[in-house]
């Protein structure tokens, strides 16, 4: 019998062994059966119910289970049996941490700082918890308190590290991260905090490498492709072949970076697009409706392959070397002019509004504006035309209530017609959504609004955009009001009436 299996004897001949019945339950959790090694433990736990280490094992199977009240309950538990043991209490938190319970969480980390000031990890979750309540000074103070304990701590580092990247103290972010790297090279998820940081004051020569390795980093929200072609990076030749690019991340993203298909058209003979839906039609100004393809899709034959995000390593792009930041997409002409004539009997300026971004981007409370904050900084003297596709059942009841925002619904279909009312309008005020990417890239001019800590795309302090000629930007300050912002934008519009 297997080494690994010799509890299996031992319950035969005492089927109450407790050491046994820990194997059992140890070697059931390495091969997934959380259930019997719940039964395990359990059995244990009934013939020695003082047994700290079995406790905690089913506390932590319990977790794997999704069964948290009852892990709750074991490490509570746990610290009624041994209250000296920074452990139990180092659990607990994690979970109250877990399930929302923050003010307890640090309670309980406090706790195991008291009993084991030695321990880095201690500072590290506390620290993290302190992150979610936005104490952010606290949160400095544990990771630093974690780095002076273990300086090879790299999730303390990794998360100071971001910390002062939205400080906007980006010299302390890099140097953070560049130590983590130095200490684990493959840690992909500060490769991709370094690359968004690298391109926030503008270094794209560094930040393209990292920005790489996104698809090892288990929060990348696309998924890897794989395909039994090779990856192209610019490193092979691509006369007499044909090469696949896909999109990934958002709509926006594939607008934005589709630009670089009109810089392989001298490289090779055949260019496929495999894209979302809603961007099929929009992409025929760069290929031929033969040779795009939506998602799900079959694709074609073809050599190699490139996500779009990664075109600009293949080209070695610099902040100075973006190609078209004036228009590369266009849409069609007979579109452009029947918005106009629909929109013909609002006389004076037309501008197109953009308050609210995708509700599931992790971003999207800080960078959307509230409609109703919006509709009290709009000037009367100007058509406002709702760009927004899909309204929620707060804002869709604002509109109604009043007549400030001409809302279109689903008249406006998809972004080659969004792109027509788009250019039908003569400006376009939007948050930090593909609608400015879409208005970008055809050339209408653009009044973008960005959060205090804004998407690295838009760079750091400037007011106009390396990727958009057409786009001006507003910040928030560090008190992160919209009211500045937008009364910047009125101005402007103001003086363009």
């Known amino acids: 019998m297997s080494s690994k299996l010799q509890f299996l004897n031992k319950l035969k001949y005492n089927p109450d062994d407790v050491g046994a019945l820990e194997e059992m339950g140890d070697f059931a959790v390495a091969n997934g059966r959380t259930d019997l090694a719940i039964e395990a433990f359990t059995k244990a736990l009934r013939i020695k119910p003082i047994c700290n280490e079995i406790l905690l094992k089913r506390g932590k199977t ?79 103070q544990d990771y630093k308190a974690a780095i002076n304990i273990e300086r090879t701590h790299i999730h303390a580092l990794n998360n100071r590290g971001m910390i002062f990247r939205d400080q906007k103290l980006y ?67 691509l006369k007499n072949r044909s090469i696949l690019l896909h999109s990934e991340q ?39 409706p033969s040779q795009i393809f939506i998602k799900g899709d079959k694709l074609p034959k073809f050599d190699f392959h490139c996500p779009l995000m990664s075109l600009p390593l293949a080209f070695n792009t610099t902040i100075t070397s973006v190609p078209f930041a004036k228009p590369y997409l266009h849409v069609s002409s007979k579109r452009i002019d029947w918005w106009k004539k629909y929109l013909s009997d609002l006389k004076g300026l037309k501008v197109g509004v953009v308050w609210q971004g995708n509700p599931q981007h992790p971003n999207d409370a800080k960078r959307s504006i509230a409609l109703e904050f919006f509709l009290k900084k709009l000037q009367g003297n100007i058509n406002w035309i709702s760009l927004q596709k899909e309204l929620s059942n707060e804002d869709s009841a604002l509109i109604k209530k009043q007549k400030s925002i001409i809302h279109f619904g689903d008249l406006i279909g ?35 609004l960005l959060a205090y800590n804004a998407d690295s795309r838009w760079h750091e302090n400037r007011s106009d955009s390396p990727w958009y000629s057409s786009v001006r930007i507003y910040r928030q300050d560090k008190n992160c009001d919209w009211a500045k912002p937008l009364a910047e934008v009125m101005r402007n519009l103001t003086q363009q009436i």
């Not at 958002?250 to 490289?267: A, M, N, P, V």
């Not at 496929?272 to 031929?288: D, I, Q, W």
């Not at 005020?429 to 653009?446: E, N, P, R």
């Open 414 to 448: 998809d972004f080659h017609e969004t792109g027509a009312l788009c250019q039908a309008l003569d400006a376009i005020v939007s948050v930090d959504t593909s609608i400015v990417h879409l208005a970008g890239s055809i050339g209408q001019k653009v009044h973008l």
């Open 171 to 237: 010299k302390k972010a890099i140097n953070d991260f560049s130590t983590v790297l130095s200490i684990r090279p493959d840690f992909a998820e500060t490769h991709w905090n370094k690359a968004l940081t690298h391109f926030m004051v503008g270094d794209y020569q560094s930040a393209w490498k990292h920005f790489e390795k996104r698809w090892d980093c288990p929060t990348f929200t696309s998924k890897k492709r794989s395909f039994n072609k090779p990856l192209w990076l610019g490193n092979a030749s």
């Open 62 to 140: 319990y977790i794997k289970q999704g069964m948290l009240n009852y892990a709750l309950s074991d490490f509570s538990q746990s610290i009624l049996h041994e209250p000296h043991s920074a452990v139990p209490y180092m659990l607990r938190g994690t979970l109250f941490g877990r399930i929302g319970n923050l003010d307890r969480a640090v309670l309980d980390f406090s706790q195991a700082i008291r009993l084991r000031p030695e321990l880095a990890d201690a500072y590290y979750n506390r620290g993290l918890v302190y992150q979610k309540k936005y104490q952010i000074e606290q949160a400095l």
């Open 250 to 288: 958002g709509l926006g993203d594939s607008i934005q970076y589709c630009r670089y298909i009109k810089s392989l058209e001298t490289k090779t003979d055949k260019i496929f697009l495999e894209v979302e839906k809603p961007l099929a039609t929009l992409m025929h100004s760069l290929v031929p």
